[in-house]
């Protein structure tokens, strides 16, 4: 069964610092440019992306993100991360990974990222 899971998601204050995970089981990342994407919360809203990672390592952020957060991959675990600092109040959402443009996997739960004070 194919199956995504993110976790390390929580309740951070502004300023704070998170490590999301991104466990791929029965789903081989290796070769694919892997992404994390997020959803702000309230109805309506749709994923956007947040930081992409190429098989070679190159990586690309987004500009909300730039500077803060870090993407990186694990291929020998399978796994992918997102190293996220100075998180900020409008950083809130659920965070996902999954393969980059097309999302060749079924969509995991996401983990929550809530900042607040």
């Known amino acids: 069964q194919v199956q995504l899971v993110e976790s390390g998601g929580g309740l951070v204050q502004p300023g704070g610092s998170l490590r999301l995970s991104c466990a791929a089981s029965?789903?081989?990342?290796?070769?694919?440019?892997v992404a994390w994407y997020r959803r702000d919360p309230g109805p309506g809203k749709q994923r956007e992306l947040v930081a992409r990672i190429w098989a070679g390592g190159t990586t690309l952020h987004e500009a909300s993100v730039e500077g803060r957060f870090t993407i990186s991959r694990d291929d020998a675990k399978n796994m992918a991360y997102l190293q996220m600092d100075s998180l900020a109040p409008e950083d809130t959402a659920v965070y996902f990974c999954?393969?980059?443009?097309?999302?060749?996997?079924?969509w995991g739960p996401g983990t929550q990222v809530t900042v607040s004070s």
């Open positions: 999954n393969t980059y443009p097309i999302h060749h996997f079924p």
């Open positions: 029965g789903a081989d990342l290796r070769g694919n440019v």
